[in-house]
């Protein structure tokens, strides 16, 4: 396991990342207790030191086990958990981006970490209700409390995202060092404008979904007993294409289908600074994915499954690409940009 600096921040983090969505077995799919145990050990024995919860992954039952788990060494691990998803169903304020439910949520967080503080807080979704100044005074307040060390946004559109730095750093507000994204060979639409704007803001991205809920290993092609959490069974046609060049490349270096999409986004850094979360259910599964960090795709193996999952920009980037030339003259392949 390598190590980056996360976003514009001094904070050393392990290059991938563990996410615990599937710790507690409160939904039906997920790790006991002691199988939770062997997976985090596991992420750790690899030198990873990143772990990713939220408050309401298994109804509270993921930030309780990760608390349990760092309690003997909390100061070495970074911790990042969430607040936004809505806990009391008949609690209207039970949920959201307003500061209420910020400091609510973060309260409930320390006590199932049995911690005094998380080195993340992550805002998990964007509510479209909640001014950006609540939200982002709101934070830096909690920062300045020292219960907060930094901030981090998931599932956001862009143009909020930049909204929400910008006035953070004109006030003099702690701004986001991170971004958290579904990104993955069947999810690439963040390459749009999300992407983007995280390498142009200095925003580490933690992708999330790497195996696209396990389309990518076949899951849904396959005959076998493994859970769909996805219900995807008649994929189109590109999804199709997609999965057996993920096949044929794992055929051809005698590695997993899940090493094979995991090492994809890996090897993306040219996009952004990006930060693989994974997640398993067994210890075979981690073991597994952390495997693919022995190995690298080769240009050629890139290249084909740039080529079979590329997808279409839209506007206004396809029309600048097309006329680009009305921009520079006829000279642009002289300009080194």
Known sequence: MRYKLLGRSGLRVSEMVLGTMTFGEDWGWGASREVSREIFDSFVEAGGNFIDTANNYTNGSAEKFVGEFIASNRDRFVVATKFTLNTKPNDLNAGGNHRK?????????????????VDIFWLHMWDFTTPVEEVMRGLDDLVRSGKVLHIGISDTPAWIVSKANTLAELRGWTQFIGLQVEYNLIERDVERDLLPMAQDFGLAVTSWGALA??????????????????????????????????????????????????????????????????????????????ACLEWELSAEQLQKLNQVSQIKYGFPHDFFNDLKGLAFGDHIDLLDK
């Open 101 to 117: 439910n910020m400091v609510r949520t973060l309260e409930g967080c320390l006590r199932n970490l049995n911690s005094d503080y």
């Open 213 to 290: 809920g396990g389309v990518l290993t076949g899951k849904y092609t396959d005959n076998n007993s493994e859970p769909r959490r996805y219900g995807e069974t008649n994929l189109e046609a590109q999804k199709q294409a997609v999965i057996v060049e993920v096949q044929a490349i794992a055929k051809e270096t005698g590695r997993s289908t899940s090493q094979v999409a995991l090492n994809w986004v890996r090897q993306q850094q040219n996009r952004s600074q990006i930060l693989p979360v994974i997640g398993a259910r067994t210890t075979a599964h981690i073991k597994d994915n952390l």
